[in-house]
């Protein structure tokens, strides 16, 4: 994958035409059947995987010698790529010259990826003969075509048929190569691959082999997931995931930019514009805010608006990304939007405490009240660093909402308590445990590269991080969504016991940040050991069963793998374990690696902080050193 192209095949490699199987852009299949032949048989597959994020290898063998005997003498290589290129690659092994005809048959309906999932995409489209292949039309769709170098000895337009024939000498090749295009469209040219891709190809080595593979997959993913936004071409950001989420989804592409803040920060500044162009400019209780759909929260509450979420986060990212190294004057032209989200916080909280969602009279959910009293501060924050009025506004109503939150969010019971999940409108708690209370711990970086405080005491804190730590959430692979003990749990449910990979990284740097490493560790380890078993390209979400010995986690059928918050998820725990926090407004980085080091040594190398290359070492013993970094940037204290 390399958006806007989109291929997906299964494991033996043939596009067949059933299901999502085909070649897209920009959401439209404009190949559903390419099934290769050669000597008048299927190739018997032997490997398949990903070669790179954008590329696939399939290797198939049959043998075509007349001589009686079991040894495949052919093997056949295709390798396909997201851009629409596919190179196919027959190599003989016979004893003696072999003539070996070679076919590919095509079809395809041109139907969206919407209409083939749920079952609407229309028949095969008839195909005509078209330069050195086949091309396909639709009055609705457009059309595209499939052109061939070099170009077939034999075209059948009737059956979708290309043919070769080849004359192979012992240990001779022939090659073909394929190229789909939608016609009247220039060349595929991923956003991600481009010169000015906006992420640093940060690398990570150590003692544990495991993190090289996460960290490079996680920054080849998020280059794959990068969408241009088509009427402000400078401006990137991240598609939700693949294949059912290739749109910008508001609060993931904001997360997932917040993450991999250490890859630089103009995918953040690019991100930020093109949502601030679409934030609402009506009267209230609407204006300022981000728009974004309702997602399942669960089997205990309803639906969460993501738009709320993603209008939180706006200023938590801008001021983050300022501490990162956002250019002054890029943070100063965003200023005013940030200004428009906070305006709407206020707006929502009105004379009240706490923000309901969604608004008006949705539950009072904990989560939701993390992330506001974050972009309050840290909002508060950025508003002081500009000489913007309303900071000390902000931070009364967040010391506010830390009172009531600490009296009234709490449910004691025999095991040393826990946080509600929710305040139902009639003020009734709702007190199943799931991973969104990780988001407690998420209190966001201030200048001089401190946290900020945040909802829960110190005591109760120490309380979340034993539960999360427990076996009831910790699941061996990483963090359920929901605790396997409460009403309700299906570790296959979305919301509902499946481990999602942005939450539990989001409470792999919380409780490192509070000082609970032995948690912290586990929950990583766990993520570790899945990630590596998922050949370290992390789904969003998989199965919240217990790890045992010798198991895998099992996949979840309707996870993106990539996905953009998995992807970036990688980065933060990366730099979780070196400690890193930036105050590039005032020179400064300070280092505060996981004292425990409990992948052993580990280094960090072509990150970004305050616009240059960063690197990092930090030893067996948890000492950290700077080995690469801006001229006068200084460590801090």
């Known amino acids: 994958m390399s958006l806007p192209g989109l291929t997906i095949s299964t494991e033996h490699g043939q596009l067949t035409g059933h299901g999502l199987d085909g070649f897209y852009r920009a959401g439209r299949r404009l190949l559903a059947r390419c099934r290769l032949r050669v000597a008048g048989r299927e190739p018997l597959a032997v490997q398949a995987g990903m070669a790179t994020a954008d590329s696939a290898r399939f290797v198939g063998t049959l043998r075509a010698s007349p001589e009686p005997g079991a040894d495949p003498d052919v093997i056949v290589e295709r390798v396909r790529h997201a851009d629409g290129r596919e190179r196919i690659t027959v190599c003989s092994a016979a004893p003696r010259s072999l003539r070996l005809p070679v076919e590919v048959t095509l079809g395809t309906d041109l139907a969206t990826m919407g209409a083939i999932a749920s079952g609407a995409a229309g028949p095969e489209l008839t195909a005509t003969v078209h330069d050195s292949g086949l091309r396909w039309s639709s009055a609705a769709a457009g059309s595209s075509s499939v052109t061939a170098d070099p170009p077939p000895a034999d075209a059948l337009a009737s059956a979708g048929l290309l ?149 939180l986060l706006f200023p938590v990212l801008l001021a983050e990304a300022r501490r990162w190294g956002m250019p002054e004057h890029t943070a100063e032209e965003l200023l005013p939007a940030a200004e428009r989200c906070l305006t709407w916080l206020r707006t929502a909280v009105g004379n009240g405490v706490y923000l309901p969602d969604p608004q008006p009279g949705g539950p009072v959910r904990s989560e939701t009240q993390a992330h506001a009293h974050r972009a309050a501060l840290l909002g508060a924050d950025l508003l002081d660093a500009y000489g913007r009025p309303g900071g000390a506004e902000l931070r009364q109503w967040a010391e506010r909402l830390r009172t009531a939150f600490r009296e009234r ?89 499946a481990i999602r990979v942005h939450e539990t990284a989001v409470a792999v740097a919380g409780l490192t940040h509070a000082g609970y490493e032995k948690e912290a560790t586990s929950l990583l380890k766990g993520v570790l050991a899945a990630a590596e078993s998922f050949g370290h390209r992390l789904p969003e979400m998989y199965a919240g069963e217990r790890r045992t010995e010798g198991g895998a986690p099992l996949p979840h059928p309707a996870a993106c793998r990539p996905a953009a918050t998995s992807a970036a998820a990688g980065v933060l725990l990366m730099t979780t374990l070196a400690g890193i926090r930036p105050d590039a407004p005032a020179g400064t980085v300070r280092l505060r690696p996981m004292r425990s080091a409990p992948l052993g040594e580990i280094g960090l190398t072509d990150l970004r902080v305050a616009g240059a290359p960063f690197s990092v070492r930090v030893s067996r013993l948890g000492l950290a050193m700077v080995e690469e970094a801006a001229d006068g940037l200084r460590l801090g204290a």
Do not use: Y
């Not at 969408?227 to 693949?242: F, N, Q, V």
């Not at 095991?415 to 209370?437: E, F, I």
């Not at 988001?439 to 001089?448: A, E, F, M, P, S």
């Open 163 to 311: 043919r070769w024939e080849f004359e192979l000498a012992p240990g001779g090749t022939a090659t073909v190569e394929l190229t789909v295009r939608l016609d009247g469209a220039g060349p595929l040219r991923p956003v991600g691959r481009a010169a000015t891709s906006p992420l640093a190809p940060a690398r990570a080595t150590g003692d544990d082999p495991r993190i090289g593979p996460l960290l490079k997959t996680g920054v080849d993913d998020l280059r794959a997931l990068l969408l241009r936004d088509p009427d402000h071409p400078s401006d990137t950001h991240l598609a939700a995931g693949a294949p059912w989420r290739c749109g910008r989804a508001p609060a993931e592409a904001l997360a997932a930019a917040r993450m991999a803040l250490p890859l630089g920060t103009r995918l953040a500044a690019g991100t930020l514009r093109g949502l601030a162009r679409t934030q609402r400019t009506g009267p209230a209780p609407l204006f300022g805010m981000i728009p974004g759909p309702l997602r399942d929260a669960g089997p205990h509450l309803p639906p969460v608006c993501t738009g709320t979420e993603a209008t």
């Open 409 to 497: 969010f709490w449910i004691e019971d025999l095991g040393g308590g826990r946080p509600a999940a929710a305040r139902t409108a009639d003020g009734a708690l709702v007190p199943h445990l799931g991973s969104a209370v990780a988001h407690l711990l998420d209190t966001g970086l201030l200048g001089g590269g401190a946290q900020a405080p945040g909802l829960l005491d110190k005591v109760r804190t120490e309380q979340l991080a034993r539960l999360l730590g427990s076996p009831a959430m910790d699941s061996g692979w990483g963090l359920r969504g929901l605790g396997a003990k409460e009403p309700g749990h299906n570790p296959f449910g979305h919301r509902g016991g």
